[in-house]
């Protein structure tokens, strides 16, 4: 069932969406409900702020990755799993990088609690861990505690240099790709990543 108001907040979505793609990422929430073809006090109503709306727009981005992840879930081990979630993950970046620079630089800001990000990131990187199969049985317990939210702190650390423009787009599936296998080196069974 959906929540009350939940096609209004798409709609919103939508449109701060459509509006980041016009480049116009300084745009009001004046200019946003008349996008979206709401009453000014809509935006305001369903999310509050627009750095609510960068958020749940991060939040659209992080499903879209775990809803593509998990049409590839089989049996296979933890490593394979984080690795292929990175590429999804990162694909996913590339698909729209002007929106996305635009809605990571706002979920950075100083003072915009994200802390929903992180836990929903890593709720993304615990999918791709699964049951930690290929994990060393001594460290695995600790790794399905703690890699998460390492490989969510990693995957936005990548982020961040690239939203910077000190990462090209070209690069940032590499990157993210060997930050996740660093992480994950100290708790794999003795074979490659």
Known sequence: MAARGEPLRQQVLDAAERLLRQGNAEFSMRELAADAGVSFATPFNQFGSKAAIMLALSARRIDTMAERFGGFTTNEDAAIGVLRATEIASAVM???PQVNRTV??????PGLSSAKVLDHSSALWALALGTGDGLAQARREQALRDLPRQLAFAFRGVLSFWTAGELSDEALAAEARDVARALLQGFLDDKET
């Open 104 to 109: 990571m630089g706002w979920i950075g800001m």
């Open 94 to 96: 590339l698909e729209e």
